[in-house]
């Protein structure tokens, strides 16, 4: 199976605590950068490439979820295929520019009607002309060792490759409404000859049918390591002559500049194939760039290299999950800031002497003109902001795993003292698992983060958070404890944005959710806000990186450790003010 289920059983089974390939390329490049962009949330303008890839792939793989007519020749297949280019091309530039105009902070380099729909028909042919190349291939071999399985009506594998007609397969089925009975139906279909006949050229299509991500399907079709710290999405599978071969789709070309990334991510997917398929390996890496049809192999990593991956992509995941907790410091001293030399660093290069003078890369320069932030009561700095305490009480009520307010399933407990009590959550899925082993003690929490949920206080743990029962707390030397009634969990910050984004989506039991995510600096620290569903405001939506906002009763949450500030609408006062 090109896809699994979260080792936790959890309906996302998405976490920042887990290792991906793009997380892994990213910190391979730059430590700095990784920590920016995967763990503070720090991102740069959308620029018009980064939807074209998300809009190209998804048409490629309706081209090829296509059924061909018979066709007596490899040129008429091409030709038909051809024929399809153009609408699928204007469906894509039409999905593209939707997504375009619900970004919120753009590149001001780039338009997107700087976008030509006739570069998304070349891109479009170069991926079909890589596919015609499986194509032939299994028309040499007749059709590969599946050929007369197919005809006789029957699929070789548990999970099909995506084609117009057949049910889609959703990892959780369960939590998708009448999926058997949807629409799925194609007024075309594939034609089949008797066992007897030799194979034909849409037969051999059929046949070369690689597994990719369905479009179709809303929910995340990833692979998941045992252990739960490493998870990747596939973006192809070609298995048609009895070999597994990985593919990852590129809509640039070769000479991109984080093309030296590619073999890293592939043989990232090719070990956790490995860790997720009872030990196979697989027969093929390959990059497959859209933009002139340009197709990269890589030999894949061999049986005996394995454990060794394992042991070095651990040793990342450990390195990434020690990285620096609580309120983020920006800009960082000179010394602390990267070179800016690898591909995609950019926040990470920003750094602020003692004496004030500014190291900056040009694109970003406009952070450095920002004016000092006033900060008088009842604001108070990022750096400010309660952090980790200490706590003590009996832990009772065990509940989950449930979903938190990001859909990932968390352990929780009720932490009581005398009349007083607060709910204890894990922060991110496992990142507490011991949590349910001390229920009815009289427990020490020592490290956990304080914050509010829909109006309750709530505390955090995560895995710096140390839990001592009564009696190893006598022979501990505890810091200074907190009492459960003074515990701030709303703060009053005022700042500049300096990045914004929205997503959007739709939940695995098909619902829709959407998130609005700004990043706060009060001049010497950083902090993600949040806002979700109802709490997304026009004023939000009108902040661009340069304004100002004051925030008086923002919630305090916490994610992976770091300090994440959550508006809520009802209780939430926010005013604005423009230094763009």
Same mark, same amino acid.
């Not at 079709?221 to 298995?239: F, T």
């Not at 890589?298 to 620096?324: I, V």
């Not at 200490?390 to 003292?417: D, I, Q």
């Not at 490290?447 to 829909?454: E, F, I, K």
């Given at each position: ?116 729909? %006739? /570069? =998304? +028909?070349?891109? &479009?042919?170069?991926?079909?002309? #890589?596919?015609? @190349? ?125 093309? %030296? /990334? =590619? +073999?890293?991510? &592939?043989?990232?997917?090719?070990? #956790?194939?490995? @860790? ?305």
């Amino acid at each position: 199976m090109p896809v699994g289920l979260p080792p936790r059983g959890g309906p996302l089974g998405r976490t920042r605590g887990r290792i991906s390939a793009s997380a892994l390329t990213t910190y391979l490049r730059c430590p700095k950068q990784w920590l920016f962009a995967y763990q503070i949330g720090l991102q740069g303008p959308t620029r018009p490439s980064q939807i074209l890839g998300v809009v190209l792939e998804d048409a490629l793989c309706e081209l090829l979820m296509m059924h061909p007519p018979e066709v007596s020749s490899f040129e008429e297949l091409k030709a038909w295929a051809a024929s399809h280019v153009s609408v699928v091309a204007q469906q894509a530039m039409a999905t593209g520019e939707k997504m375009w105009n619900e970004v919120l902070w753009k590149s001001s380099e780039d338009a997107w009607n700087e976008v030509d729909v %006739s /570069s =998304l +028909e070349e891109r &479009l042919l170069g991926g079909l002309s #890589l596919f015609f @190349e499986e194509v032939k291939a299994c028309f040499d071999q007749d059709g590969g060792p599946y050929l007369q399985l197919r005809r006789t009506g029957q699929q070789p594998f548990s999970v099909p490759e995506p084609a117009q007609g057949t049910v889609p397969v959703f990892p959780l089925p369960d939590k998708v409404r009448d999926v058997e009975k949807r629409a799925w139906s194609s007024s075309t279909h594939p034609t089949w000859s008797p066992s007897d006949a030799p194979i034909t050229w849409h037969e051999a299509w059929e046949c070369a049918r690689p597994w990719f991500k369905d479009p179709r399907v809303h929910q995340p079709q990833r692979l998941y390591h045992p252990e739960g710290w490493a998870s990747g999405e596939l973006d192809m599978v070609l298995r048609w002559d009895g070999h597994i071969r990985i593919v990852d789709i590129k809509s640039g070309s070769p000479g991109s500049a984080f093309a %030296s /990334s =590619l +073999e890293h991510q &592939l043989r990232f997917y090719a070990w #956790l194939w490995h @860790e997720t398929h009872d030990g196979q390996t697989v027969n093929g890496m390959e990059g497959w760039y859209l933009d002139g049809g340009h197709r990269v192999a890589y030999g894949p990593p061999l049986k005996g290299e394995m454990e060794g991956l394992s042991s070095t992509f651990n040793e990342h995941h450990r390195a990434m999950q020690d990285a620096e907790k609580g309120v983020k410091r920006f800009p960082v001293s000179p010394s602390e800031a990267c070179q800016g030399e690898a591909a995609g660093c950019g926040w990470c290069a920003v750094a602020r002497s003692d004496d004030g003078v500014w190291s900056v890369p040009e694109h970003l320069s406009w952070v450095s003109t920002l004016p000092e932030v006033s900060m008088k009561a009842p604001y108070a700095a990022l750096g400010d902001v309660q952090g980790r305490v200490a706590v003590k009480g009996r832990l009772t009520g065990a509940w989950g795993p449930m979903p938190n307010h990001f859909a990932e399933p968390v352990l929780g407990a009720v932490l009581v003292v005398g009349q007083q009590h607060i709910t204890v959550e894990e922060s991110e899925p496992g990142a507490f698992s011991q949590l349910h082993e001390h229920m009815e003690q009289e427990v020490v929490l020592v490290d956990a983060l304080p914050g509010v949920w829909r109006d309750q206080p709530r505390l955090y743990v995560d895995s710096r958070t140390t839990l001592y029962s009564g009696g190893e707390a006598e022979n501990v030397n505890l810091p200074e404890l907190t009492r459960l009634g003074l515990l701030r969990t709303r703060a009053n910050v005022k700042g500049h944005v300096i990045g914004i984004r929205r997503r959007s989506g739709t939940r695995i039991d098909g619902k829709p959710w959407s998130m609005l995510s700004l990043m706060l600096w009060d001049g010497h620290h950083v902090a993600e806000v949040v806002a979700f569903g109802a709490s997304i405001s026009q004023r939000l939506l009108s902040l661009r990186p340069g304004d100002g906002v004051a925030m008086t009763g923002v919630e305090l949450g916490w994610r992976s450790g770091l300090l994440q500030l959550r508006i809520d609408n009802r209780k939430t006062r926010l005013e604005t003010f423009s230094q763009r």
